[in-house]
């Protein structure tokens, strides 16, 4: 681990005096580095006036399917709609039983409910924050169907254990990949490993739009088209219903925004790496501070930069930044097995103690590609402070 440099007192000084507000993400910043290209494609959307169904919408499709290594993509109206689909592309349903991450946001549980399956949380592995392949080893039964990893803060899950359980226990593998765009596991990249994947574009992802939106990625023929149908109204031509789908397009603005944004992603994924080496450089030998890991098996995209605050402090470390201009965030604060939702209206009792102890020690730190150096060092200067 590389050792923090020692900062002189002038340089604390100067790093205290610069910046007055540091947000967490900071997307007017972005457009405004891309804005001729955004504004182009969004005027080119208004002038045809086809806001559904442009040929827009399938050139995002091509161009992702293609940056993400597979054959198929499906897009669609968000990325919770994604994991519904896909769940019911791959016919999971009532009296089925799917694993899932115990850490993660509600949308990965909530798209097991509104299939009418159970959700079944695994703790994870708190170096990775990604469901445990051991602990979900251990939680399979005869009505199992599927496991459901979520590469977490942009850190993919560990593929290779999660692969081989589920071909040698017949299950399926769906990959959540909506904090993992860029993300790689041994140079596959994210959304390419499981038997169906699926992303979200929150406006606040590494890939993001200016709304809602996302996509289904699969390598199976049969299942793109069934996702195909399922998303837009169980047909493939116009008023052709084959099937009951539901209506989750994503449309051409959105679309038309992403597209110019993927010619990016690259770029902007190198730029959250080196900001992220550095905030490991400059924190590292910290007390009390966890800072994220790294693995060989694969590079994170790092869609979150995201330390651990020990000995019950975090409340007092995020007031201390909010009092000096700096947003933190905390991905998630409760875990799932703690939720209400999970308690009190699905009944479902379990004990998740990484979860757990993860979601009251996290905190996310700004991490985005126009942070420059110079708010980082102001970032960094108050994180030592404040220790």
């Known amino acids: 681990m590389p050792q923090r440099p020692d900062y002189n007192r002038d340089s604390l000084n100067s790093a205290a005096n610069t910046f007055a507000n540091i947000p967490l993400v900071d997307l007017v910043a ?13 005027a080119s959307v208004v002038q045809a006036g086809r806001f559904i169904g442009g040929h827009q919408v399938q050139a995002f499709a091509d161009d992702f399917a293609s940056f993400c290594q597979v054959a198929h993509c499906v897009p ?29 946001f509600v949308a990965t549980l909530e798209a097991v409910v509104s299939v009418g399956a159970t959700p079944v949380l695994c703790d994870i592995d708190p170096n990775r924050f990604t469901i445990d392949p051991q602990r979900v080893k251990n939680l399979i039964t005869s009505k199992t169907k599927a496991i459901l990893p979520v590469h977490l ?15 040698s226990s017949g299950l ?10 860029d993300a790689t596991y041994k140079g596959k990249m994210a959304g390419s ?17 200016y709304g809602d939106a996302g996509a289904i990625l699969t390598n199976n023929e049969a299942w793109h088209i069934k996702s195909l149908k399922l998303a837009n109204h169980g047909r493939i031509a116009k008023y052709d219903h084959e099937t009951i789908g539901r209506n989750s397009r994503m449309d051409t603005l959105q679309a038309a925004v992403l597209s110019v944004k993927l010619k990016h992603l690259t770029d902007w994924t190198k730029k959250r790496h080196a900001l992220a080496i550095r905030y490991t450089i400059l924190l590292s030998g910290i007390e009390g501070l966890v800072l994220p890991n790294t693995f060989e098996d694969g590079q994170s995209a790092w869609h979150l930069y995201v ?7 975090r409340d007092d470390f995020r007031k201390y930044l ?14 799932l097995s703690k939720l209400k939702v999970t308690t009190e209206q699905l009944k479902i009792v379990t004990n998740c103690y990484e979860a757990e102890l993860a979601a009251a020690e996290v905190v996310s730190l700004p991490l985005y590609p126009e942070l420059t150096e110079q708010m980082q060092d102001y970032i960094c200067h108050h994180i030592i402070s404040f220790f």
Do not use: W
Not at 174 to 180: K, L, P, S, V
Not at 194 to 202: E, P
């Open 30 to 42: 972005q457009y405004e580095s891309i804005r001729e290209e955004l504004d182009e494609a969004i």
């Open 76 to 104: 669609c109206a968000n990325g919770t709609d994604a994991l519904e689909i896909a769940l019911s592309v791959l016919g999971i349903g009532k009296g089925d039983e799917v694993i899932v991450p115990a850490f993660t």
């Open 153 to 167: 803060f942009g850190q993919m899950a560990a593929m290779d254990d999660l692969i081989s359980l589920a071909k």
């Open 172 to 181: 399926h593998l769906i990959e959540d990949a909506a904090q993992a765009h």
């Open 193 to 209: 490993m499981g038997d169906i994947s699926t992303y979200s574009f929150f406006p606040g992802k590494n890939l993001g739009a």
């Open 307 to 313: 330390v651990r605050i020990k000995n019950g402090s």
């Open 322 to 335: 909010q009092e000096h201009g700096i947003e933190t965030g905390i991905h998630y604060p409760i875990a």
